[in-house]
């Protein structure tokens, strides 16, 4: 059996799903692999993760028709960020900007759960004719020419297409079967994410805590619920998942010296090894890659989806055009371009993102003594202040 589209997208998580929500109305021919069974692309499972989504991520979302499926009631402002420094009390403030995409703002961007976007991205999807879905199927082997792109799914079918875009995540196997290289980094440490509910109001600020031996982020949701991320080296583990649940609050209170006053686990506790990757590039003969399958981000800013996002988006408009113009949209003059494009942003990201982590994770006295000098220096320079908000905004 021998079938053939337009593109064919390799994953259908959020960033996958966005490049083919962008495609909506274009007469491109789009199939859609995914691992998964149907269903859980329609009821995705709560898995912990919290995405600060910037205004810029917003506007593309409202575009695509994502934002406006998602529960309001579940979109919780981001109004302002602190950094806190070991023992210390001082903090690195970054307030809400005055201004964003489209108009004024009174927050630096919006935090929604992993799962209802991933819902409300499978939901704008569905809707569309030029879409096919292939659930529960795997891809065993994926190949391209000059003259087309193929891929042979599990059951020893095969489909071929002009354009093949792996979305698989940052432990792309489509990437290593094109051929396409990366740069992976372990950090050796272990996120674990679960939802606490706390007696003081959070006031929606979040707060990213580098205390020695342990990294607390909070990411406020309700005034009274946040989602709390304890990150520790991964020979650690073990010790957070022996703790119970009245152990583990007691214990990030201690540690937050009862900023939010009394706290309480309300949700299950999700575990994560911590990998980023970059690929050497994202693009190949008839083949690109967005999402994770790109650049895989170290999860410290709660922003790797705007990236991925942002992949998406500047991907889909250069096929676009060129469809519209009659252009080959498999041609690798477009895909140079992309890669161009969002490397631009995407490189200095991750690996200013990676050299900060390792000044903040190491805590030799000289590190200890630099972090300090870092979070006073960027309080206190306004244009290097404004330029990490900006980053934050989007």
């Known amino acids: 059996m021998n079938l053939h589209s337009d593109i064919i997208i390799v994953g259908a998580g959020p960033a996958g799903l966005s490049f083919a929500a ?55 402002p ?44 499978y939901e704008a999807v569905a809707e569309l004719d030029n879409v096919t879905l292939l659930c529960d199927t795997g891809v065993a082997a994926a190949q391209t020419d000059l003259q087309q792109a193929c ?11 002009r354009l093949l875009i792996a979305a698989d995540s940052r432990f792309s196997q489509t990437r290593r079967q094109l051929g396409i290289a990366c740069d992976m980094h372990d950090y050796s440490r272990t996120m674990f994410v679960c939802r606490m ?13 580098f205390h020695y031996g342990r990294t607390i982020a909070l990411l406020p949701l309700e005034e009274h619920l946040t989602n709390t991320v304890i990150t520790v080296d991964s020979d650690k583990a073990a010790e957070i998942e022996a703790m119970s649940p009245e152990a583990l609050a007691a214990s990030v ?21 911590l990998v980023g990757m970059i690929a050497a590039r994202f693009y ?48 690798q003059s477009l895909l140079s371009q992309y890669d161009t494009k969002h490397m631009l942003h995407a490189k200095p990201l991750y690996h200013g993102t990676n050299m900060l982590l390792k000044l903040f994770t190491d805590e030799t006295p000289p590190a200890k003594l630099l972090r300090n000098v870092v979070l006073r220096v ?10 990490i908000t900006k980053q934050l905004t989007g």
């Open 197 to 209: 509910k706390h007696t003081l109001s959070n006031r929606h600020t979040a707060y990213e805590c």
């Open 78 to 121: 981001l109004r302002d960020a602190k950094v806190l420094n070991g023992q210390s009390s001082y903090q690195l403030h970054f307030p809400p900007p005055t201004q964003a995409l489209g108009g004024p703002a009174d927050c630096l961007g919006f935090l929604v759960s992993n799962h209802n976007i991933r819902k409300a991205a």
């Open 151 to 161: 891929v042979t799914l599990d059951n020893g079918n095969t489909l071929n297409a």
């Open 284 to 331: 190949g003969t008839r083949c690109a890659l967005v999402g994770d399958a790109a650049v895989g981000m170290h999860p410290v800013t709660a922003h790797g989806f705007n990236l991925g996002l942002a992949s998406a988006d500047i991907l889909a408009k250069l096929v676009l055009e060129a469809e519209r113009n009659g252009k080959d949209i498999g041609a």
């Open 378 to 387: 960027s309080n206190n320079l306004p244009p290097l202040k404004k330029l």
């Open 22 to 76: 962008e495609l909506a109305g274009s007469g491109l021919s789009v199939t859609l692999i995914e691992k998964h069974p149907l269903a859980t692309l329609q009821n995705p499972p709560y898995d912990g993760r919290e995405i600060a989504l910037t205004h810029v991520s917003r506007e593309t979302m409202q575009r695509l028709g994502i934002w406006q499926r998602i529960p309001a009631d579940e979109i919780y």
């Open 253 to 273: 209170q201690q540690q937050l010296e009862g900023r939010l006053g009394e706290m309480e686990l309300v949700s299950s506790i999700h575990a994560y090894p």
